[in-house]
Nanobody, 126 residues
Framework: QVQVVESGGGLVQAGGSLRLSCAASRIRSEVLTLGWYREAPGKQRELVAAIASSSGVTNYADSVKGRFTISGDNAKNTVYLQMNNLKPEDTAVYYC???????????????????WGQGTQVTVSS
């Protein structure tokens, strides 16, 4: 069974930094993208950053561009999120995501699915 474990959340003052880590074990499918999402109270879960596994191309939410950096290690199925110059509005539960391609037969038919971490709380005080 796939396990996705996050770490690195916590309480920090505005302007501070945190680094989130996430590791997935027993993923036997091709990982297409690795990403971080967040969910603040009363709001929908939103994409923070993502990185394409094969190309390394990254994508960031406008609100975090220039402050957050996503990186990944394909061989270890790990993904990191370096968060600098944190703001109170960054307060949320952060979830890592592995978006994978599951091949279902020898003809190459496949579907895609997501694996999620349990979430880690990030709180930024003003």
């Amino acid at each position: 069974q796939v396990q996705v474990v996050e770490s690195g959340g916590g309480l920090v003052q505005a302007g501070g930094s945190l680094r989130l880590s996430c590791a997935a074990s027993r993923i036997r499918s091709e990982v297409l993208t690795l990403g971080w999402y967040r969910e603040a109270p009363g709001k929908q879960r939103e994409l923070v950053a993502a990185i394409a596994s094969s190309s390394g191309v990254t994508n960031y939410a406008d609100s975090v561009k220039g402050r957050f950096t996503i990186s990944g290690d394909n061989a270890k199925n790990t993904v990191y999120l370096q968060m600098n110059n944190l703001k109170p509005e960054d307060t949320a539960v952060y979830y890592c995501n592995f978006h994978v391609k599951v091949v279902v037969n020898v003809e190459g038919a496949f579907h895609e699915r997501d694996y999620w971490g349990q979430g880690t709380q990030v709180t930024v005080s003003s």
